[in-house]
């Protein structure tokens, strides 16, 4: 599920970056701020060493003959709450990028809102919204593995999205969405078996660990959705994106012709935007404005994250 | 046998290279310009993307001996590159003139284009671990203002990586000697779940001993680096050369237009 830098356009790279900069700026200031939490990092380091080793064992998956294996973010967000969760999976996708290879630098901003944001976050709201108040050892771990596939799914459709956006692929995004989406409803299968077994297993061996975790608290989810429909609309105004866009609408057989039909309000914002931005409007520049504009859109969001977590971070300045 | 964690090169092999007089602050910042360049090059841009590749063979020449890991594991994840970008030569294939004289079906323009870009974006950042010890990199993340909470985590993950891929490989080598073959997922569950518990008991003892040395929940530096002329010196060429071999080359290499 690791996106690759070569299959992404700057405008797409650096809007997710944006956003994912965000929620690790968010998670990393909810856990600096617990009371003691910051002299419990050995133990969340440790645990995201844990996620890496289990991402190791290999199983059979039961009725297809082929072996898969786990991803964990779900599974770390139910034991550890999505803040702590989101800041191991942050860890993890870095070391991946930078000593295996596994998935991009500039990439790391979409990987980690694949398998960060939307699997230990967006999961993790899954998981609590099925769960509901004092579950039973039974609901919590089928309310589990039903999130980890949900999460595992969900990902791979924003694979496809953000490959689709870059227009680097020629592949259409219909048939393109089919077969990811097709691969990871298997795969999910897989996830969900041994996040059941494991939540099962763990409630069994420790009750205590499964007991309730706090979340990244209401004003910090209202932020990240903004910050996401900020990002999304500025980002509509660099031209690699928009170009993406019109690649993928051009693929699904909506022409120049058709696509007035499809126009929205969403549209018309975004067309006024890059008018009233596009100081560079001559065609040989469009590709310099196209960067430029993704490296505005990133500093926009960068500075709007500083300007959130300046107070916070006086108090929780930590080590170099 | 647990196949795949044979398959997993060992974490010092790939990265822990040796302090070098280059701050490795100055060696991530070029490797974003690179990235950053190469990324930002049209679908079609072929050629101008060739120049880039100077920078991991520079980093490489750093710290002998380190070429050969380091193109070994990009060798081994390109198929995964090769599986995207296998469908743009059957997708499209309107002729582009990609010399004057030399023309190809743009689809094959583009997935070579995919391919290069993939050698040059995983091939530079493992030539960066290669030859910088990965706590200084992790280091000069913090510097570049990444939060503390996140780089400690990662240091912490990067010394407890081998002791837990080791406890995981003889838990699962113990398994294959009882049951043999492949564990099921009721098993592996198993073992993940006692993994986990395993982890947090020796989490838990790690962290006893560092409270009582006195632990404060940071991570102190023996030394605290600076950037020197001579890094400003090198990064200033990284990035004046990478971004600015990105304007000018569109201009003297124009990309591939469709042949009329």
């Known amino acids: 599920m690791h996106m690759e830098d070569s299959l992404l356009s700057p405008g797409v790279a650096l809007t ?3 956003v994912s900069a965000f929620a690790v700026g968010i998670s990393s200031k909810k856990v600096a701020s617990e009371e003691g939490e910051e002299s419990r990092l050995p133990l969340t380091g440790v645990l995201a060493a844990f996620v890496f080793a289990a991402q190791m064992v290999n199983f059979k998956i039961p009725g297809t003959g082929s072996s ?3 991803v964990g973010s779900l599974l770390l967000a139910v034991l550890l709450g999505p803040a702590r969760a989101m800041i191991c999976m942050a860890a993890v996708l870095l070391l991946q990028a930078l000593v295996f290879g596994d998935g991009g630098v500039l990439a790391l901003g979409c990987n980690f809102f694949n398998m960060g944001l939307v699997g ?3 999961g993790w709201w899954v998981y609590k919204l099925l769960a509901g108040k004092a579950p039973g050892p039974g609901r919590k771990s089928w309310s589990a593995a039903l999130a980890a596939w949900i999460s595992v799914v969900a990902g791979s459709v924003m694979v496809v999205v953000e490959t689709t956006l870059s227009g680097r692929v020629d592949l259409a995004f219909l048939p393109f969405l089919e077969l990811m989406v097709g691969i990871h409803c298997l795969i999910g ?3 969900a078996l041994i996040t059941f077994g494991v939540v099962a297993f763990l409630s069994r061996a420790r009750p205590v660990l499964l007991e309730e975790s706090r979340g990244v608290g209401k004003l910090e989810i209202g932020l990240g959705i903004l910050t996401l429909v900020v990002g999304g609309l500025l980002s509509l105004y660099a031209s690699p994106l928009k170009d993406g866009l019109e690649h993928a609408l051009g693929k699904m057989g909506w022409s120049e012709g058709t696509a007035g039909k499809y126009e929205t309000w969403l549209h018309h914002l975004a067309a006024r935007i890059q008018q009233a931005l596009s100081f560079l409007p001559d065609y040989k520049w469009t590709s310099l404005s196209g960067i430029l504009g993704a490296a505005l859109t990133f500093l926009a969001v960068t500075g709007g994250l500083w300007l959130v977590l300046r107070k916070g971070r006086k108090k929780g300045e930590g080590p170099r | 046998m647990n196949s795949t964690l044979a398959k997993i090169p060992a974490p010092q092999a790939l990265a822990g290279g040796r ?9 991530l910042l070029g490797l974003l310009a690179v990235i950053f360049s190469v990324v930002s090059f049209g679908k079609y841009d072929l050629l101008p993307l060739f ?3 100077l920078f991991p063979f520079f980093l490489l020449r750093l710290v002998p001996g380190r070429a050969g890991p380091v193109a070994r594991r990009t060798l081994l994840l390109m198929p995964l590159a090769v599986l995207v970008g296998a469908a743009n030569p059957f997708l499209d294939t309107l002729p582009r003139t990609l010399l004057p004289g030399v023309v190809l079906p743009g689809g094959w323009i583009s997935f070579a284009g995919i391919l290069v870009r993939f050698l040059l974006c995983v091939g530079s950042a493992l030539a960066l671990t290669a030859v910088f010890p990965f706590a200084e990199l992790v280091r000069a993340t913090r510097r570049m203002g990444l939060p503390h909470p996140l780089t400690s985590v990662l240091l912490f993950l ?3 990586l081998s002791l837990l891929l080791e406890e995981t490989n003889r838990m699962t080598r113990a398994r294959a000697a009882r049951a043999g073959g492949r564990p099921t997922w009721r098993s592996a569950a198993g073992i993940i779940g006692n993994l986990f518990l395993r982890t947090l008991e020796r989490a838990e003892r790690i962290h006893a001993s560092m409270l009582s040395r006195g632990f404060d929940g940071t991570l102190p530096a023996l030394d605290e680096r600076r950037m020197t002329m001579e890094d ?11 971004l600015g071999w990105r304007l000018l080359a569109p201009g003297w290499i124009p990309a591939p237009e469709v042949l009329s």
């Open chain 1, 120 to 122: 230990a976050l967006g």
């Open chain 2, 158 to 160: 990067w010394r407890y």
């Open chain 2, 51 to 53: 120049p880039y590749f």
């Open chain 2, 19 to 27: 302090d070098l007089s280059l701050d490795p602050l100055a060696g």
């Open chain 2, 232 to 242: 400003w010196a090198f990064l200033a060429l990284c990035a004046g050369a990478a």
């Open chain 1, 189 to 191: 299968i897989g996830e």
């Open chain 1, 16 to 18: 997710f970056l944006a």
């Open chain 1, 68 to 70: 898969g294996h786990f």
